[in-house]
């Protein structure tokens, strides 16, 4: 009787540490679970606000000059035209001059000549001259129903800000609110969205709330704003208690998600995970006083139970870390290769595919896979009719298709056993904002197998994400094909203006050198004014045609022996006068003994002409200029410093950008934002780097850095994207 009293206790005792544990670790995963489901909404919700204002800045540059000209019905034209291009922004568009509205679309007599007193991000967006984004607002076109919105400005040739692009979704049309609706938070919960105030932007009781702030009466939307993503035990407004999770979303929405569900289903997942192991520890303990030995081998089977939880939290896990990675901003090869990795591992298939629809009609075909030669996948197809298709059943219902033995199925005619030979399959639907865009198979080519509700769980989980990041990713693969659209017309522009702007060139120049006889003082200024006019016109087709040559790597450069320091006393004494008017000291140091090196010299010329322009351009009188030129890391390094400006921090990874020009410049100087992106092109077609590093109110140094004999020069020569990174190339 001792031996079986010690067994009862040390079982007891064991049984009960057991039960913490489990209950401990079950806990902590359900919270990271959600916070992983927040987080990834967050992801989402950056990635459409921040994409939506890349295609409203773009929509701009290519539209500039009818935005600022365009009467009342040809801005409505181009406002039409804005709201079907945007992915996001697709409900209104209005167009702001003098503060005031010009046009709308859809058309709305009652707003034109209004200041829209609710829409405040389109006021700052005109007074910081960056795109801002709204909190929830009432509509006006849409009779005050809930919207949020992104304005940007139209800037002008001189740098003024001349006009304001505002563009906006209904709340309940939004692709955030369809994405939220798909988030799975159990019966009781949901995800919602809140502005920077904890107005609802998108909420199940959306119409029922308005646009009054939660902030004040939700703890959970207080908890969300405060900046740090966690999760928090609260009372909601109706006393419920709740868990949440939140997921903030820094500038420049400055809203934030929360994921939230009662906190009784909360605790009825926990007890349900630890439910069997206490009853097997119940059992245990009861047996004990029969037969110590039995009891001994049901506490290990509790304990194998335990392991069996943690193994299904691992699984929850994995799905949760393949959400995180997808999440990020990358290609669909990279998303494949996630998915199919992640799919092996917990699936243990033989198979993995996916098959997408076609763009036109009703057939869907291989798109890529793994398990399986590739002739087979690239050759697999079927349609969305064909009714002996587990695939097309998968689609049509948007459900889980789950097939144990093909060969005794309905299905056993389908392409899957017939063209992949699989004998089982879990086939799981790639469903986006409501619509089947194809199938996530997992098969099984030896064996007739059963599935568990967790693996069919899973499996839609994983299809789930892989959905929307496919969806994600095939969205910015054409925003890049657009983009290389845009470049090659910009190019194909340039050329054909560049022949007639050289013949009006000559002949202006003809003409006031006296070549048609002597000009009245008049028609001399007219001619004058119109040469500076022609000639600024002509640079930019050739700063145009120069961006084109770099990003399609055809920059032409003629390397020889060249003298750098010469090249920069040359310089510097061309410019010294200029300096000199505009009450501008400057400073030339040239070490000596600098080694000769091979490069192109009117290209270089080029790079430190431009970044001594910009330094007198953006510094005042009574500023001052120093130019370095030393040896540095085996070459030659020539440093320009001002006591100028400077650039603001937020902005100084941008600035090597096409068209990007700092906000303390613009209005104050003109430009076209193109010729720090051409001097990084001709320094990386060097094989050399370009920099700088900027204090704004204090003034900037920038530096380029060329290889001297023998010393080893960048691999890439020319960067398509011309991407910048913390004040640096992106390749440095």
């Known amino acids: 009787m001792l031996v079986f009293a010690a067994v009862l206790l040390v079982v007891s005792v064991s049984g009960v540490t057991l039960l913490m544990k489990v209950r401990g670790e079950i806990v902590a995963r359900q919270d990271q679970d959600r916070l992983a489901l927040a987080e990834s909404a967050a992801g989402f919700v950056v990635e459409m606000v921040g994409q939506s204002v890349i295609q409203q800045q773009n929509f701009i540059a290519r539209n ?166 966690g999760v928090g035990r609260y009372r909601n407004p109706e006393g419920i208690e709740t868990v949440g999770a939140f997921a903030p979303i820094g500038a420049p929405a400055g809203w934030a998600v929360i994921v939230r569900q009662d906190l009784e289903e909360y605790e009825r997942a926990v007890a349900g995970g630890v439910g069997r192991t206490l009853a097997l520890v119940i059992f245990l303990v009861s047996l004990t006083a029969a037969a110590g030995l039995v009891a001994i081998r049901l506490y290990q089977t509790a304990t194998r139970h335990a392991r069996e939880i943690q193994e299904r939290e691992r699984r929850i896990a994995a799905i949760h870390q393949v959400t995180r990675a997808l999440t990020r901003p990358t290609s669909t090869v990279e998303i494949l290769h996630q998915v199919f990795a992640e799919a092996k591992e917990l699936f243990n298939a033989d198979v993995v595919l996916v098959a997408l629809q076609q763009d036109e009609g009703d057939s869907v075909k291989g798109f890529a896979a793994t398990g399986i030669d590739e002739r087979v996948w690239k050759e697999f197809a079927f349609e969305l ?67 568990s509700s967790e693996e069919l769980t899973d499996a839609r989980g994983l299809a789930d994400e892989a959905a929307l990041a496919l969806a994600r990713s095939r969205y910015l693969e054409r925003l890049e094909k657009l983009d290389k659209e845009k470049d090659e017309f910009v190019s194909m522009v340039s050329h054909e203006l560049r022949g007639p702007l050289t013949v009006i060139k ?113 510094t005042p009188p009574g500023g001052t200029i120093s130019i370095r030129v030393g040896a540095e890391d085996g070459g030659v390094i020539t440093e320009i410093s001002d006591t100028g400006i400077g650039i603001p921090a937020s902005e100084q990874d941008r600035l090597f950008q096409k068209f990007f020009r700092a906000s303390s410049s613009r209005g104050t100087v003109p430009g076209t934002g193109l010729g720090l992106a051409i001097s990084r092109a001709i320094a990386e077609g060097h094989g050399g780097r370009v920099g700088f590093t900027s204090v704004e109110g204090e003034g900037s140094t920038f530096w380029l850095w060329l290889p001297g004999p023998g010393s080893q020069g960048q691999e890439n020569p020319v960067d398509s994207d011309m991407q910048p990174s913390e004040g640096e190339p992106a390749n440095e």
């Open 385 to 451: 009719g064909d009714e002996r298709s587990s695939g097309a059943e998968a689609m049509r219902t948007q459900e889980i298709v789950e097939v144990n033995d093909f060969a005794a199925s309905r299905f056993s005619e389908g392409p899957f056993p017939k063209e992949i030979g699989m004998v089982s399959a879990i086939t799981a639907p790639l469903v986006f904002d409501g619509i089947s865009e194809g199938v996530l198979t997992l098969g099984y080519l030896h064996d007739t197998k059963s599935f």
């Open 64 to 229: 500039r000059g009818e935005l600022l000209a365009a009467d009342q019905g040809q801005a409505e034209e181009l406002l039409r035209m804005f709201t079907q291009e945007s992915t996001l922004l697709s409900s209104e568009a209005m167009l702001i001059r003098g503060g005031e509205v010009v046009a709308s679309w859809p058309e709305n007599p009652e707003v034109i000549g209004s200041d829209l007193p609710g829409y405040e991000h389109t006021r700052r967006a005109a007074q910081a001259r960056e795109p801002a984004v709204s909190g929830a607002v009432e509509s006006a076109i849409f009779f005050g129903q809930p919207i949020v919105g992104i304005a940007s400005p139209v800037v002008n040739e001189a740098g003024e800000v001349e006009s304001v692009l505002a563009a906006g979704v209904l709340a309940k049309e939004s692709i955030l609110e369809s994405y939220l609706a798909r988030i799975d938070a159990g019966a009781s919960g949901f995800a919602f969205l809140v502005d920077q105030e904890g107005r609802p932007i998108s909420h199940p009781e959306a119409e029922e709330l308005g646009l009054a702030s939660l902030k004040g009466t939700n703890p959970g939307v207080a908890l969300a704003l405060k900046g740090d993503p």
């Open 506 to 618: 000559g002949w202006i120049s003809m003409i006031l050198d006296g070549a048609f006889g002597d000009l009245e003082e008049k028609q001399r200024d007219y001619l004058t004014i119109s040469q500076n006019n022609v000639e600024r016109m002509f640079n930019l087709v050739e700063d145009l045609l120069t961006v084109s040559r770099a990003e399609s790597g055809h920059l032409d450069i003629i390397p020889e022996e060249l003298s750098l320091d010469r090249l920069v006393q040359d310089m510097a004494a061309g410019i010294a006068p200029i300096a000199q008017d505009r009450g501008i000291t400057l400073n030339v140091e040239v070490e000596s003994g600098l080694p000769r090196i091979q490069a192109d010299p009117m290209r270089i010329e080029q790079v430190i002409s431009n970044l001594v322009s910009n330094a007198l351009k953006f």
